[in-house]
């Protein structure tokens, strides 16, 4: 969780910069050019002023929800958060490994899915032995739980 944090406080530091430093040079400059009304540069970069702001408000918000996240609160044998479970895919006939991550992280390709994703949220709470039945874009999928690894297990 290190790593999301200190990507999204870089991407906070970049655009705290444009928005403090690079933007107010660039409207500056576009109101220096005259009539307002049909500045194109000026209302671009007023534009873009908007995004950034409303843009840093959602990383400073996930930063504070970040923040909250706390080892104590997440189970030692059950599948939450940093937990890496094993699965047999009944759809598939097949055993496949999850990692549970936030949404920043995840990367399905690489086996690390969001404990918001639909199979996330499916399997947090869940014990080894459970079987899970997940509504996927593809339809109805049956999981049972083979082998379970917490954030615990993997810090320890």
């Known amino acids: 969780m290190l790593d999301i944090t200190k990507k999204l406080q870089e991407e906070i530091n970049v655009l705290e910069y444009e928005l403090t430093t690079e933007l107010p040079a660039e409207i500056k400059r576009a109101v220096a ?4 009304s049909e500045n194109a540069e000026y209302h671009m970069a007023k ?3 908007e995004f950034v702001n409303a843009r840093l408000g959602q990383l400073k918000k996930r930063m504070g929800e970040l923040s ?3 080892l104590d609160n997440i189970p030692h044998d059950k599948v939450g958060f940093g937990s890496t479970v094993i ?13 549970l991550v936030t949404s920043e992280e995840s990367d399905v390709t690489k086996g690390l ?5 639909p199979i996330g949220r499916a399997l947090v709470g869940k014990e080894v032995g459970d079987t899970v039945t997940v509504t996927t874009p593809n339809g109805k999928r049956e999981m049972e739980i083979l082998k379970l690894t917490t954030i615990h297990d993997s810090t320890e």
Not at 33 to 36: M, S, V
Not at 91 to 97: P, V
Not at 113 to 117: A, K, Q, V
């Open 33 to 36: 050019l005259g009539d307002l």
């Open 47 to 49: 534009q873009r002023q």
């Open 68 to 70: 909250l996240v706390k």
């Open 87 to 99: 699965v047999h895919d009944e759809a598939k006939d097949e055993d496949i490994s999850y990692k």
């Open 113 to 117: 899915i969001s404990t918001t994703s």
